[in-house]
């Protein structure tokens, strides 16, 4: 059973019944759920994942204090401790994860504004520009189990897409990088006999190339080690994951060079392909560099288009 199932399941056999059998005046006031860090909010945990922070547990998302009081946060916080410790087969700690609470009783509006700068999900465009995209994607995957006053449901809502100019700010970025350590360094550093800088301008071009995927999909990219699993899921561009790695894992020797630098251009016609079809550039030509610029000149707000180019990344 996956991480998400198992906190379906402890909630629906224990969390539900204590709070409509306790807490029934709290019911409306009330978000319950798991979503943020951890592979089983992604849904991507294994068994190699139960070797850590794996356990029966949810999200108590409540509002302020000013709906809930400090009292009654604390009896909820008392009865969901109280809940059985064993189910399914698993335990739960008495030691909180690494990184914060995941489960239990929290404040939805301290746990985004932890999470992405903003207690209701509200951003402007340049603090868009500025939150992690891990932190967005955590702020979006799992699940709610229930959303008694709907609040969580709308800020995660709000926070489920790049605004269009954010997302072709950023996009821009990622193919001018793109661009400058594929198409350009990659050959150089050969000719001067510095290999392990070429490698280091291959990991360069993979690395904004797949953040140029994540963004043509309109997807957030999860923190990294998550990052080829949702990248091979993606419905578009998808099968560049196997590219990619190509690009990491082989050296870059005789024949094997000339074949990553190939790659490398296949890929940038893969992206480009892309543009066109979403109608996101003007330019012509296999250049990522021109298809940056016409990129940043198509977002409509001019504060954000002024910009440097790279503003974004």
């Given at each position: 059973?996956?991480g998400l199932?198992?906190?379906?399941?402890?909630?629906?056999?224990?969390?539900?019944?204590?709070?409509r059998?306790?807490?029934?005046?709290?019911?409306?006031?009330?978000?319950?759920?798991?979503?943020?860090?951890g592979?089983?909010?992604?849904?991507?945990?294994?068994?190699?994942?139960?070797?850590?922070?794996?356990?029966?547990?949810?999200?108590l998302?409540?509002?302020?204090?000013?709906?809930v009081?400090?009292?009654?946060?604390?009896?909820?916080?008392?009865a969901?401790?109280?809940l059985?410790?064993?189910?399914?087969?698993?335990?739960?700690?008495l030691?909180?994860?690494?990184?914060?609470?995941?489960?239990?009783?929290?404040r939805?509006?301290?746990?985004?504004?932890?999470?992405?700068?903003?207690p209701d999900?509200?951003?402007?465009?340049?603090?868009?520009?500025?939150?992690?995209?891990?932190?967005?994607?955590?702020?979006?995957n799992?699940?709610?189990?229930f959303?008694?006053y709907?609040?969580?449901t709308?800020?995660?809502?709000?926070?489920?897409?790049?605004?269009?100019?954010?997302?072709?700010?950023?996009l821009?970025?990622?193919?001018?990088?793109?661009?400058?350590?594929?198409?350009?360094?990659?050959?150089?550093?050969?000719?001067?006999?510095?290999?392990?800088a070429?490698?280091?301008?291959?990991?360069?071009?993979?690395?904004?190339?797949?953040?140029?995927?994540?963004?043509?999909?309109g997807?957030?990219?999860?923190?990294?080690?998550?990052?080829?699993?949702?990248?091979?899921?993606?419905?578009?561009?998808s099968?560049?994951?196997?590219?990619?790695?190509?690009?990491?894992?082989t050296?870059?020797?005789?024949?094997?060079?000339?074949?990553?630098?190939?790659?490398?251009?296949?890929?940038?016609?893969?992206?480009?392909?892309?543009?066109?079809?979403?109608?996101?550039?003007?330019?012509?030509?296999?250049?990522?560099?021109?298809?940056?610029?016409?990129?940043?000149?198509?977002?409509?707000?001019?504060?954000?288009?002024?910009?440097?180019?790279?503003?974004?990344?």
């Open positions: 059973m996956r199932e198992l906190a379906r399941a402890y909630y629906e056999a224990w969390g539900e019944p204590m709070l059998e306790r807490f029934p005046d709290l019911m409306g006031q009330i978000a319950v759920g798991l979503f943020g860090s592979s089983e909010c992604f849904g991507y945990d294994d068994d190699i994942s139960r070797d850590h922070d794996f356990e029966p547990g949810f999200m998302l409540l509002p302020g204090e000013d709906a009081d400090r009292r009654a946060a604390f009896l909820l916080e008392r969901y401790a109280k059985p410790r064993a189910f399914m087969g698993l335990e739960r700690g030691m909180q994860p690494v990184g914060g609470p995941r489960h239990g009783v929290l939805a509006a301290e746990w985004f504004n932890e999470k992405v700068g903003s999900g509200a951003l402007t465009l340049t603090q868009w520009l500025r939150v992690p995209e891990y932190a967005l994607a955590e702020a979006v799992g699940e709610l189990f959303d008694g709907g609040a969580v709308a800020i995660r809502r709000r926070l489920s897409a790049w605004p269009e100019d954010v997302r072709k700010k950023k821009a970025g990622h193919l001018l990088l793109m661009a400058q350590s594929g198409q350009y360094n990659y050959a150089r550093c050969l000719r001067h006999g510095e290999s392990g070429a490698q280091l301008a291959a990991g360069d071009f993979v690395r904004h190339a797949m953040s140029a995927v994540f963004l043509l999909n997807v957030y990219q999860p923190y990294y080690k998550w990052a080829f699993k949702a990248l091979r899921a993606l419905p578009r561009l099968l560049l994951a196997e590219l990619m790695e190509y690009l990491l894992t050296d870059n020797d005789g024949n094997l060079a000339r074949a990553k630098q190939e790659v490398m251009e296949g890929m940038a016609a893969d992206v480009i392909g892309e543009l066109r079809r979403q109608e996101l550039t003007a330019a012509d030509g296999g250049d990522l560099e021109k298809h940056a610029y016409s990129v940043n000149d198509a977002v409509d707000d001019a504060g954000l288009r002024n910009m440097h180019v790279l503003a974004a990344v």
